[in-house]
């Protein structure tokens, strides 16, 4: 052996010695892919998400960060338009080499990148909003392979709701305003159901195309149903358009709004004199201290209550795949796939929202300990198409200020789904 050679091994041997810890180090910090829409019609609740989203990063870094680096949360705008959402979703995975993706808020989006792109890739997505039942069916049949979850219970809650907040208030002839994509035709077809099984009938349902300066036509349609009421599935920005139109055009002020439809934005949008009889609806959280332990981090992060849709969701979406990739043996996507429901653990130690929640549990798994992620939603677990179950609430608006009418919990959303035959 020459000298030089025995001089040239010597000097690789802290490398080879230490050669993991090099390669962890190198590849800090780890990124994490997300899909939210920052501008576009869904722009207005888009931001308070993606914001909500890296603060769940910022208190896994706090906690220590993921096989002893910090997240980087790599976010890319899909403007609300999935052909610009599977353009993101590429960027993450063939450029960035994110080994999962959260947020995704459009339905139509998450069917785009499911089918396009994460699965044939093999990359994990956790979606925070995505509710079409078209993705069920697409896990039931194989087509995900097990590469899609939500954090969100699909459409058929918001349909129960949605009748729910009807029928309680006496109307029994709606009208229908709907998006015209796979999200609100699947959720027009499980409302249609709901309504009927719960003492209704709908007058007839108006599709419309996003992002359109105007929606009279649509409107007058609408109107010519002669419905008691209006249940509007819209998104934020066009929402607000078609609320406007509805009540310059002498449309009843009898309105059920979409969860897309409840934030402040909107009221100030429609005017809120205009929404006193309103109703909304949203997904809700079970009461518990896991909730309580997301809404003080909020607050205190914001200074406003995490009132809005998609912020606990997608809270959760971001924790429990950060915990995912601390479990799983590789920072790969079907290794961070695998790890997903283990974090989920029956038996395992209850990790909870926040810097101090998410430590306890970075640290068990690293310690070789099963945990159960309660999240900002309440207890959870993904079943075998990455769905899960969830109470609902409706909303009204009091004084201008978004307020809970009512929480239909988990024990009642079941007796209805059984009652309607979902």
Known sequence: MTKRLLIALVGALPLLAFGGEARAQAACPHKLGAVIPLTGPQGPIGKPIADTAQLAIEHVNAAGGVKGCPIELVLRDDTGQPTLGVDAARYLVDVQKTPAIVGVVGSGIALAIVSSVTTAAKVPMVSCCAVTPTLTKMAEDGKTEGYFFRTIPTSRVFAVAHAVA??????????????????????????????????????????????????????????????????????????????????????????????????????????????????????????????DAFNAAFKAKFNRDPVGPGLHTVYDSAAVTALAMQQARALDGTAIRDALRLVQDAAGEVVMPGAEGLKKGLDAIKAGRKVRYVGATGPFGFDKNGDVSGPALVWKIDDGKLATDKVIDLEQMAALFRRIGY
């Open 166 to 291: 009807t029928t309680d208030r006496g109307y029994k002839n709606p009208a229908v305003i709907y998006v015209n994509n796979d999200f609100g035709s699947t959720l027009l077809r499980d409302l249609e159901k709901a309504i009927a099984a719960l003492g209704g009938k709908i007058a007839g349902a108006v599709p419309y195309n996003e992002n359109q300066p105007s929606y009279r036509t649509e409107v007058n349609q609408a109107l010519a149903l002669k419905g008691d009421a209006l249940i509007l599935i819209a998104f934020s920005q066009d929402g607000a358009t078609i609320g406007r139109e509805w009540i310059s055009l002498g449309g009843t002020q009898n309105l059920v709004l979409h969860n897309t439809l409840r934030s402040q934005d909107f009221i100030n949008a429609v005017g809120a004199r205009f929404l006193g009889k309103a109703a909304g609806i949203d997904n809700a959280q079970v009461a518990g201290p896991s909730v």
